[in-house]
């Protein structure tokens, strides 16, 4: 085979991010020296970002199935039956370093991949939600960067017609030089009309959709499988361009085409574009591909085989179709003014091989870019090490509280606390008629088209937890969703995640991967909520801020549940005065590494609240059993702020206020008001009696907290009495985002 490229030297190989064992291995598997097309591939290829090596010996303990599961891990999304011939289909990934170079560009590409990971199987995309995570809102950059996000998440998600219903943002020191932007969506498909992506039949065309290829994007994902240094700026032709109209006009193109029989498989171009998706394709399907670049729709003049198979230009997919059926599929295509053209087919090779200009530029074998990639079992040190390295300060000497509602007002001002309004407002979460709830209750709720059914979809981690204790922090996080998803009444069934840590070559954070994938995994299997799809992303922190910052680890938890009947929905604001309002669950009092403890106090010390797998998942049955009752008016469920900002979001969502008592046998007003205890539930009744009975029955502490009315929050103890109005907690609670973004 003619070599035309330049020479391999150990220079070249090191700038494709390989090390000197794994090119060894790459000589190996070809019996000779690759040229540059070959090497790119294989960069990609084995980049942390597509191999996973890091990672894989892990995932694989994870539980990935249940009799409602259709598809888990290993296809562009996962898949569960929802009842009546229908299936949700929903992901979570990562765009976390183009977004730090170019938060517009990164962030709406990012909404457009994980977009086409759910259509490409199938589904109509039917809600986008998000997980973003900042640093210092007094950091330089900052606000940049949270403006750029969130306009290009709103700019890409609103034009393709998708609604954004739910998502959370936090902000951390430790995000400083390296933020995290984690997209998923979730969509509804026919059950017996699935697409996979496993290329089969000899001789079937391969053919590429969708808009040109172009320059950008290349070597993106061998960026994001290495950390940032002082010259991150200079990664800006890494970031893809998107274009939400085109992806419009390719999910409506792609249905249409699913509609005939054409389709044998189908493949988005993301990460490591056309190269992931036709060597994907093609080792699924245990056969070989053969390439014409000379055929491949391009943009720019001049462009190499290099540069067609690693550029991650947005908005394009790759399908084999069943012979005879191209002209059909053209068709299809020209009408949504989308590009189209036949540039392979499937061989039974068992090889990748491109020719260009009529010579052969690339033969690889298949196994070893794909199924045989490097798998490391890297290091990590043990439990009592890692505590050591993270000198997380003992809780000791803990305070209390002289005011609660003063506390309670400090709390509900701070960034992670404060209303999201100024983010959620820029996306349109009504398109399509369906959005139920949106952005500020526990679940966003999204009703499946023409029937009663509903989809409830949250998305959570605590990071701080998880730096503290990985294994409780792994498992709260899959808690949290589920807390979150039974709070409005739904079925939690399975959930997606997007795995986000620093260096896996660093044991103490290896040992944050393991302990937070240990954590998760126990929780899913104890509350039967398999794990269906999901996305890593390592690497995660920055030389540029001195020091090495890492992020915190960050294990975000997209889960997906079902309400048979939306009018059966809770939610979270009190409805009327008079009201009872009752606590259901688990105790109060852990004050470690609670919101209060950093806000009011300045410590992030003590470990984080254990979490009980069996009360939680007690506890959640019986709340979602209460609300299809009809017993309940509101329910929310406790997380970060404790009880107090609990109530107060009760109150604000309702616009009522409420007076309670703290029970006489509670010590510490601190704890009760402010602990961020696990698996409880604030609920309000008309009928006190019988929650309170329904609770004993159960097996599960409820205290009668007091009830609603007024426009004012009264706590009261035994020697204390504080109040706040609803309005003063309100205008704290608004004034963060509008005064940040406002000078």
Known sequence: MPNTTPEITPDVVEAHGLNPEEYERVLSALGREPNLVELGIFSVMWSEHCSYKSSRVHLKKLPTEAPWVICGPGENAGVI????????????????HPSYIEPYQGAATGVGGILRDVFTMGARPVANLNALRFGRPEHPKMKHLVQGVVAGIGGYGNCVGVPTVGGETNFHQAYDGNILVNAMTVGVADADKIFYSAATGVGNPIVYVGSKTGRDGIHGATMA??????????????VQVGDPFTEKLLIEACLELMATDAIVAIQDMGAAGLTSSSVEMASKGGAGIRLDMDQVPCREDGMTPYEMMLSESQERMLMVLKPGKEAMAEAVFRKWELDFAVIGEVTDTGRMQLTFGGETVCDIPLGPLADDAPEYERPWVDHATYHDWAAVPLLEDVPDTGDVAADLLRLMACPDLASRRWIWEQYDSQVGADTLQKSGGDAAVVRVHGTKKALAMSTDCSPRYCYADPHEGGKQAVAETWRNICAVGATPLAITNCLNFANPQRPEIMAQIVGCLQGMGEACRALDYPIVSGNVSLYNESKATGGGSAILPTPAIGGVGLLDDHETMATIGFKAPGEAIVLIGGESGHLGQTLWLREIHGQEAGMPPPVGLDLERQAGEHVRKLIASGLLTAVHDCSDGGLAVTLAEMALAGGIGCAVAM??????????????????????????????????????????LGETGGDVLVFRSDSAESSVEVVALRQANEAFFKDWMDT
């Open 663 to 704: 029970p006489e046998d509670r010590e510490s007003a601190a704890a009760f008001w402010f602990g961020e205890d696990q698996a409880r539930y604030v609920v309000t009744t008309r009928d006190l009696a019988a929650v309170l009975d329904d609770a004993e029955h159960a097996g599960l502490a409820a205290i009668a």
């Open 81 to 96: 039956d929802i009842g009546d011939g229908q299936a949700a289909i929903f992901k979570m990934e990562s765009h976390n």
């Open 225 to 238: 499988s290495a950390d940032f240094d002082e010259n991150s700026d200079e990664k800006r032709p890494t």
